[in-house]
């Protein structure tokens, strides 16, 4: 009678261990959840964030031509004046007394010419009639020669006289804004002497300021990176009278003109590596002043053919830049990818990407190589909405706009 309650019991705990085994078969994970973009190749433009310095269009020195006294200034400092507009005036005493006196020995040797000149034709028409020597014609022709260079020379002494009388008004030699003065009346200016190597008195600077230069440097690598991007036909260079450059003035706005390239030096500056640019900038308002600071955004032309990826969808290690990407069979590849430049908050990917690939943005934590996911869509956060909208427009598409 015993051995019954012990087989049930047998036989109970034998259905138990195989309820248990059943019940103990774990279902496999899901695959991980990732976001992806379908990138397409497309166009943008090629612009540069720099540094430059404004300077005038031109900019002349007006210094003393002639010595002497300072007498008169008359111009308003820091107004608009025309070239040849009178400036300043020096002391005329000197010089007007010393044209005085050459326009004398003018008319003195003028005179003599003229009676010597008498002379020598009355001499001419006693000749034939022996009255008088060949050899008094002669002398009278060699003394008219001689009064006549004279003359000569004294007109060129009273040009000159009327050139440095006409320096004592001191001229603006370009149209521009004339700064402030640097001598006072009463004080002794100075012209330039060319045996002692000095230069005349400064007075003023007159600058023109519309249009305005800004200077400004790129690197050499990264020219170099342009002409050979551009030799391959990944990038179309501007030329440099479209080459454009936006300015941002110091307190962060931007400046209503737009300014032109109109200067690529040819050399490398040995010190710095870098290849001297220059812009020319409308300024009809002088909103802009020389000696000015400002950043610009410069539009080198525009780059063909390239995939725009959001920048925490590509990562680097020892080998270089990578992109995970979801393949037909819903695994996941690696991708080496070239780039070494970005548009807004996108990667700009020359090579190793194709039309069509399904790139991971999101759940890369979690995304291995080789493993299978499940791929949805990614949506940008909601902070920066606009500015996936723009990169969508660029060519960055989310998987579902890309089906």
């Not at 603006?172 to 002794?188: C, D, F, K, N, Y």
């Not at 941002?248 to 931007?254: E, F, K």
């Not at 030096?265 to 010190?271: E, F, G, L, Q, S």
Request: aromatic content about 4%; proline content about 5%.
């Amino acid at each position: 009678m015993k051995s019954i309650p012990l087989l049930c019991l047998g036989l109970f705990a034998l259905s138990a261990l195989s309820g248990c085994g059943k019940s103990g078969q774990a279902s496999a994970p899901p695959p991980p959840q990732v976001g992806v973009v379908s990138v397409q190749p497309t166009s943008v433009a090629l612009t540069r964030d720099l540094v430059g310095r404004l300077s005038p269009y031109l900019s002349a020195n007006v210094t003393a031509r002639v010595s002497g006294v300072l007498i008169k200034r008359i111009y308003k400092e820091g107004s608009d004046v025309k070239a040849g507009q009178a400036l300043f005036e020096i002391d005329p005493a000197f010089y007007q007394a010393q044209l005085n006196n050459d326009l004398g020995i003018l008319g003195e040797d003028q005179a003599t010419y003229l009676n010597d000149k008498v002379n020598a034709a009355r001499f001419h028409k006693l000749l034939p009639v022996g009255s008088v020597s060949q050899q008094t014609v002669d002398n009278a022709d060699a003394l008219v020669r001689t009064d006549a260079a004279k003359v000569k020379a004294d007109q060129a002494l009273v040009d000159s006289a009327k050139v440095n009388l006409g320096y004592t008004k001191v001229t603006s030699p370009i149209s521009g804004i004339a700064s402030q003065q640097q001598v006072t009346v009463g004080a002794v200016v100075g012209s330039s002497t060319a045996d002692a190597g000095s230069s005349g008195t400064l007075l003023t600077t007159v600058n023109q300021v519309d249009p305005l230069y800004v200077n400004f440097t790129i690197s050499a690598s990264d020219l170099l990176t342009l002409r050979e991007a551009a030799s391959r036909g990944n990038v179309a260079l501007s030329q440099p009278d479209k080459t454009t450059v936006q300015i941002v003035l110091p307190n962060g706005s931007p400046y209503d003109q737009t300014g032109t390239l109109d200067f690529s030096d040819v050399t490398v500056n040995a010190t710095t590596g870098a290849v001297n640019l220059r812009a020319l900038v409308p300024n009809a308002q002088h909103t802009l002043l020389p000696g000015m600071y400002v950043t610009m955004n410069v539009n080198l032309g525009e780059q063909h053919n390239i995939f725009l990826v959001p920048q925490q969808a590509l990562q680097r290690d020892t080998i270089g830049a990578y992109a995970l990407v979801v393949d037909a069979s819903s695994k996941v590849a690696r991708k080496d990818v070239t780039a070494t430049d970005n548009s807004g908050n996108n990667w700009i990917v020359t090579g190793g990407l194709a039309a069509g690939d399904q790139v991971i943005v999101s759940g890369l934590q979690s995304a291995h190589e080789g493993a299978q996911v499940k791929a949805s869509p990614w949506q940008a956060p909601a902070a920066a909405q606009g500015g996936s909208a723009t990169a969508a427009a660029s060519g960055v598409q989310t998987a579902g706009n890309a089906q």
